[in-house]
């Protein structure tokens, strides 16, 4: 007989925006931070140094306090949970995960290398680096969408998040193989493409760019790490090949950047050498960055995957022995009962015939074995 299911009341739409604010709010307005980016400026007149990049921050006031709701949205979020489920807190190594893609985000567009990201291809590099490479496998590490599961009310869990988990779009963007292409295919369209020097002369070009690079790394990155829950969850292999399959497509971007004979965009090439800098040797420089940190991320990748992979067996490996020790426990009290079975059924049938022997010896006697009757047996009593 099936239910008719209840209209939400308002306390549970209270809870639903409580749960999905917290932890939905912190993910998506982390997608849309980079929209806020300012244009830049003219040429700084001093060369970029360590201390520049590392604390010459502007603050961008949509992208602070975009960042700034993510971290608060999040913090009430670990704290929901471990009221509902206080033997099972949020982990202290997911805070720090999520906090620490914020801040790569933050980083990214409000430090130093913002400031320089349309002077210098090579901190334009280290600036699309942090979002595809740092930011996005951070905030997969926190698993949001597995925390946003556990605060929400069954209500909401059942009737909101796990329809919209389950569905065909959903079902779309988890796809490895989409995925997969997503992330190829960004960074060589923006690269090689007209794209990529509009985006160095127009705001919202450049603002898009960004967002489009943080939302292929996150969707790249979300099935490697695996910790929320997916429509298509690749094993452990198929994670390492996925990363294997990806590695050479970001080194050949790499390379073809780093042995390009003149300049790719003409907007670095008409800045001339602002800081005794060619635009060819600055282009060289990029392309060797994203070579080497490309490599050193993927590779860092793989070996974390073969890691986990290997604790996952040693973690099993008990489990399975138990499981094995239970099957022989099972086997071995099924051979000793069909062994009972066999000998109480030949002892019943053997113990028939030495039964029925003595009976007759003792109803024939001495007679029966051929010894002489004695005289009383056959003469009676005088």
Do not use: C, K
Not at 40 to 58: C, M, N, R, S, Y
Not at 89 to 113: D, E, N, W
Not at 295 to 324: K, T, Y
């Amino acid at each position: 007989m099936s239910t008719v299911p209840r209209p939400l009341s308002r306390a549970s739409l209270r809870r639903a925006i409580g749960a999905a604010g917290a932890a939905g709010m912190a993910f998506l307005v982390t997608l849309a931070a980079p929209l806020g980016a300012a244009a830049h400026g003219p040429v700084p007149a001093e060369p970029p140094t360590v201390a520049t990049l590392a604390l010459d921050w502007h603050v961008e006031p949509l992208v602070a306090a975009a960042l700034v709701l993510a971290a608060v949205s999040w913090l009430a979020l670990v704290r929901r949970v471990r009221r509902v489920h206080p033997e099972t807190p949020v982990p202290a190594v997911r805070t720090v995960a999520f906090l620490g893609g914020l801040f790569a985000i933050a980083v990214a567009l409000m430090s130093g290398i913002e400031r320089y990201d349309t002077t210098l291809f090579s901190v334009h590099m280290v600036q699309h680096l942090l979002l595809l490479l740092v930011a996005p496998p951070l905030l997969a590490l926190a698993a949001p969408v597995t925390q946003l599961l556990r605060a929400a009310s069954p209500e909401v869990r059942n009737r909101v998040l796990l329809p919209i988990l389950h569905s065909t779009a959903a079902a779309v963007l988890a796809n490895p193989i989409v995925t997969w292409l997503t992330f190829g295919l960004v960074l060589w369209i923006s690269h090689f493409s007209p794209l990529f020097n509009i985006a160095l002369e127009d705001e919202g070009a450049h603002d898009l760019e960004h967002a489009a690079y943080l939302v292929a790394g996150l969707l790249f990155w979300w099935p490697v790490v695996g910790l929320d829950p997916a429509p298509r969850r690749m094993g452990f292999a198929a994670r390492v090949l996925y990363l294997l399959l990806q590695l050479p497509i970001n080194s050949f971007l790499g390379m073809a950047i780093l042995f390009a004979d003149d300049p790719l965009y003409p907007h670095y090439a008409t800045l001339g050498s602002p800081y005794g800098i060619s635009a060819l040797a600055d282009q060289q420089l990029a392309g060797g960055l994203m070579w080497l940190a490309g490599d050193i991320a993927f590779i860092g990748a793989i070996l974390g995957v073969i890691a986990g992979w290997m604790r996952h067996d040693q973690r099993d490996a008990p489990a399975a022995e138990r499981r094995a020790d239970v099957q022989r426990a099972r086997l071995r009290d099924r051979a000793d009962l069909l062994a009972r079975t066999r000998a109480a059924a030949s002892g019943g049938e053997g113990g028939a015939g030495p039964s029925n022997q003595a009976g007759s010896g003792d109803v024939l006697g001495p007679m029966a074995r051929g010894a002489a009757p004695r005289s009383s047996e056959v003469s009676g009593p005088d």
